[in-house]
């Protein structure tokens, strides 16, 4: 349409009413910022729930590990005391095993 105006000799303002492509033409630019506005918020609000999203993911894994640890720890006989910062690792046995191996050793 525009193509066939122009080659005629004629200007796209003739062709409409100034005043409504005017303000046709400002009405869509106001829809592009708005629309470029709406759209940094979305992407600014996904950006935020994507960390909290990795957080999430980060403490579900440390948390998968530590009770690996634990239980692996529990298997093998090992109890993890905190001293401060320090970690020490002791072997333990319930209180009656204890006793039996005494009276084995005995």
Known sequence: MYKNNIEDGKKIEDCFNSKQTVTLLENMREMKV???????VVRREGREQNEIK?????????RRIKEKEEMTNM???VKEKRIGRKREMKKWLPENKKEERRDQEA
Not at 34 to 40: A, P, Y
Not at 54 to 59: A, G, L, V
């Open 34 to 40: 708005k629309g470029r506005k709406l759209m940094n």
């Open 54 to 62: 990795t957080e999430c993911r980060i403490d579900k894994e440390k």
């Open 75 to 77: 298997v093998n006989g």
